[in-house]
């Protein structure tokens, strides 16, 4: 049988013999019973300098089922966290001629071409800016020397506006596709730890590594990617998107458009209007940045505890 227990205090320095004999403790067991053993949630406490502690879940399998009722920390488990498989994005494999455009290699035109592609559909994506091993030169250019790329820098190109941050993945949104996205980042390089840690962090060289074997694996998958080709109006045919413009002369045409611009494509919401296109404003956040040392930033989270493995 398996089971989860939550809200486990867990210090720094706890082993995990420790770990287990605690869980044995909470569920009135000997620690022999327990067969399997394996963190699925973590976040840290910090509020008290004198007791940094990880708050945890983690889920366990006995031989014989626990009588009940359960501690109030316990509870059933049918379905691994770690494993858990979130809703199919696609309920059928759409017809291989279906061919569909999508404009934008960030987030959003990644995992739709991921997606699309690994569904079966015919996929073009196409990128204004530049792969991201050359673009991240051009915004060493740009920080060191002032040059700016206007399609290559840190709003265009592959990976989109959020490449060249330090990979955070916090969200407010509860949505049943977030442990798709977490495991495709796994599938993609990054650290199973993101799959339980309450505040998963990527970090920007690793994320350069993802987005860059994304990339491959959608060229071995057939997808038609390409850089330097931004897209300046739509095709329309009897009032529907048909195709795309782009920059050079050339026309494309697909069966679907996807538009995956990011927020700083004023030149395609400029082109979007002159067609006619219905857009509404949405309301935005503004964050202030404000950068200190890491060092001093460490020792006022964590006080003695600054330098801990573990932190």
Known sequence: MRYTITN???????????????????????????KQCQCVRRALDARKKRNIHHVCSYEFTLDQPLKEPLPPQVRRTEISALNATTPEIFTRNPNR??????????????FAALHLAEAGAQVTLLERGKPVEQRMRDIGRLRSRGELNPESNICFGEGGAGTYTDGKLYTRIKHPFLRNVLHTLVRFGAKPDILIDAHPHLGTDKLI???RNIRLHLLQLGVDYRFESRVDDLVLAQGRAVGVQLHDGETLHGDQIILATGHSARDTFAALKRRGVQMQAKPFAVGVRAEHPQALIDQIQFGRHVGHPKL
């Open 97 to 110: 001629q279906q061919h569909v455009i999508i404009v934008g290699a960030g987030p959003a035109g990644l």
């Open 8 to 34: 486990l205090a867990v210090a720094l320095d706890d082993d995990d013999t420790t770990i287990r004999q605690r869980i044995a403790d909470a569920i009135g067991q000997s620690v022999d019973k327990i």
């Open 209 to 211: 590594r993802i987005v």
